[in-house]
């Protein structure tokens, strides 16, 4: 079956850097990638679609400026989380798009 | 905007039983309803799906049914096992998109 990873898949950041986290479509291409924001113990909220070679598409209330998405290739989509602070602390989780939406493992940010 | 509600929150059966999850959405341009199965700290995997244009599908001991009029739709678990255990949510595309708006979970503990 189709395989997405996500890398890193914990890290730790100080309040006011930026930290990358990186979204591959191992064995397909992916037009399409989502980013989703997860809560413990919560529902999965959409944050934004991830369009190869276009614009991100954001969700109401999504900073695009705080969450910049760039998909610059069939395989890798990035969600960088600029000037993070502790309130951005969560589990990010990408899906790409291959007939169905495919779960990468997720990403937990911590920023201190 | 679109919402998703889901129930029960937690649901506790005996192995054997069976579960049922119900999930009621708003908007009326839905056209895909899909079921992910996640087990703590791991990715959510899609279990079964169902388009507009069909009421029932059945997997083995895994069914949804949709009901469009009153924009219900139901994931039902026959005999169940405890490594059924785990968060379900359900989910409706936005429109006829790739989008999904995801429900607010449902909790299953299976207790052999």
């Known amino acids: 079956g189709a395989v997405v990873s996500q890398h890193p898949s914990w890290v730790i950041c100080k309040s006011g850097t930026s930290v990358k986290i990186e979204c591959r479509s191992l064995?397909?291409?992916?037009?399409?990638m989502f980013w989703y924001r997860q809560f413990p113990k919560q529902s999965l909220m959409l944050m934004a679609t991830?369009?190869?070679?276009?614009?991100?598409?954001?969700e109401q209330g999504v900073e695009k400026d705080k969450f910049l998405i760039n998909h610059a290739s069939l395989t890798l989509s990035t969600l960088t989380v600029t000037s993070a602070h502790p309130e951005d602390s969560s589990f990010y989780i990408c899906?790409?798009?291959?007939?169905?939406?495919?779960f990468g493992p997720g990403t937990r940010l911590t920023v201190t | 905007g679109e919402n998703v509600e889901q129930h029960p929150s937690t649901l506790s059966v005996q192995e054997g039983d069976s579960a049922v999850i119900k999930c009621t959405y708003s908007?009326?341009?839905?056209?895909?309803f899909p079921w992910y199965k996640q087990e703590l700290g791991k990715r959510p995997q899609l279990i079964i799906d169902?388009?507009?244009?069909?009421g029932e599908k059945k997997d083995q001991r895994i069914a949804v049914t949709l009901n469009k009029t009153a924009k219900h739709f139901s994931l039902h678990i026959t005999e169940t096992q405890p490594e059924d255990s785990a968060v379900y949510f359900c989910?409706?595309?936005?429109?006829?998109?790739?989008?999904?708006?995801f429900g607010t979970g449902t909790r299953l503990q299976v207790f052999p």
């Open positions: 908007d009326s341009a839905s056209n895909y």
């Open positions: 989910a409706a595309s936005i429109g006829n998109t790739d989008k999904l708006i």
């Open positions: 064995d397909f291409q992916a037009t399409t």
């Open positions: 169902i388009r507009s244009n069909v």
């Open positions: 991830s369009n190869e070679g276009s614009k991100a598409t954001y």
């Open positions: 899906s790409a798009m291959e007939n169905e939406q495919y």
